[in-house]
């Protein structure tokens, strides 16, 4: 028979109990560490932290209330792709410290950030469930919070803490008032914005090299559940303090990381710091067709100093052109990016005589630059090169064509 993880941790207790006496270390409890308050109804219990910042308040370069009640359209755009009117003060900003980092139905938010705004602040509340039982009042407490909000801000919530908590409602069968919210994940333009510049696109890197913040004896997100787990043995909170402070960073970083997104897609050219972000801002106008706005930006890239950004740049620009029928200018941008290759790019040279034979009925530039890029693979001994047949067939049959003209 099925057991989840409370279930489990009973078992293991009523045989703890059943054994020989153990001398625990009892140390000092969540209530006497941190300046929070029991909370209690009928439901049960759990213990809450609460923090007001002022909208003053400076995290990540940014002040907290600059994006209060500023026009978040391009993030909404870009990670919802909705055109409804909305603040960030309509969303709520949610974070979750877990008993497993792989989700699955043991898995239980043992902590649970939610960060809004009101008009005077930036209010930041910590759920935190001293043992299993109080998870059913805690989830109430929040699924009755959420009720004021008309969306979600995460940071890879979408395929986990939301997800998460979505499982625990329907677990202790609580019917969320946020079923199918507007979901805001930065994961994802994050992600598009910072790849290529950063090794990792995890919170604390962009935290570190995008935000300028850095945290001090912050503890590693792969230890939070083992600490959990030893609190619920010895009631000793002291690490727990690191988790929730860990927990309060994340959900100030996201406020940030969002200020911050929206800074750069509400007008890239300026809010960018380098050519890098700027490409990356061309490939989310891009993805969401706003194909002037991709082009600006990967017009200005062109004239980048790193090879992969102008090489990049030059090859989004030719297929933008192409989309929209421009083909002189499609071509434009395929010779120029041959011409700053720093090496044979045999696919470049095909596309280049695609456009030429078939968008503007050059056949005799086509066939230049089909042969050309067959001498290229002879030099280079590609004969047995995926491209190479392909090149021949093409060859004998612009000469064909080549030739029925000239008769």
């Known amino acids: 028979m099925y057991l989840d993880l409370k279930s489990k941790l009973q078992m293991y207790k009523a045989n703890t109990e059943k054994s020989a006496p153990v001398t625990r270390k009892q140390g000092p409890d969540v209530d006497e560490l941190l300046a929070g308050t029991i909370y209690t109804s009928e439901d049960g219990s759990f213990f809450i932290v609460e923090n007001t910042y002022p909208l003053t308040y400076l995290h990540g370069g940014c002040n907290l209330g600059s994006i209060a009640h500023c026009d978040i359209s391009p993030v909404l755009k870009a990670c919802h792709g909705t055109t409804l009117s909305l603040r960030a003060a309509d969303f709520a900003f949610l974070d979750t410290e877990t008993t497993g980092l792989s989700g699955g139905t043991g898995t239980v938010a043992f902590l649970i950030g939610i960060g809004f705004f009101t008009e005077e602040a930036f209010v930041l509340r910590q759920y935190f469930m001293r043992d299993y039982d109080e998870e059913y009042p805690m989830l109430l407490a929040i699924n009755q919070l959420l009720s004021s909000f008309k969306g979600l801000i995460t940071f890879n919530g979408k395929s986990f803490d939301w997800n998460l908590l979505l499982t625990r409602f329907t677990s202790n069968r609580i019917r969320p008032v946020l079923k199918t919210p ?226």
């Open 182 to 407: 507007v979901h805001l994940d930065l994961l994802y333009p994050s992600r598009t914005l910072w790849k290529l510049k950063l090794e990792s696109c995890r919170l604390g890197s962009l935290e570190e090299n995008i935000l300028g913040e850095y945290r001090i004896d912050d503890i590693p997100g792969a230890l939070i559940p083992s600490v959990y787990f030893k609190y619920l043995d010895d009631r000793d909170a002291s690490e727990i303090k690191k988790v929730i402070v860990h927990n309060e960073k994340d959900i100030l970083s996201m406020v940030s990381l969002l200020t911050r997104i929206n800074s750069i897609l509400s007008n890239p050219l300026a809010e960018t710091k380098d050519s890098w972000e700027l490409l990356g801002a061309g490939k989310i106008f891009e993805k969401l067709e706003q194909g002037d706005h991709a082009a600006d930006c990967y017009h200005h890239c062109k004239y980048s100093d790193i090879h992969t950004v102008k090489e990049t740049s030059m090859k989004k620009l030719a297929g933008i052109y192409k989309r929209n029928k421009e083909f002189e200018k499609s071509i434009e941008q395929l010779k120029l990016l041959l011409a700053n290759a720093s090496a044979p790019n045999i696919p470049v040279m095909i596309e280049l005589a695609k456009q030429y034979e078939h968008r503007i009925k050059d056949t005799k530039k086509a066939l230049e630059t089909v042969q050309a890029a067959i001498d290229l693979c002879s030099q280079a001994g590609f004969l047995r090169n995926m491209y190479y047949s392909d090149l021949k067939s093409r060859l004998e049959r612009l000469k064909k064509k080549n030739q029925k003209r000239s008769i």
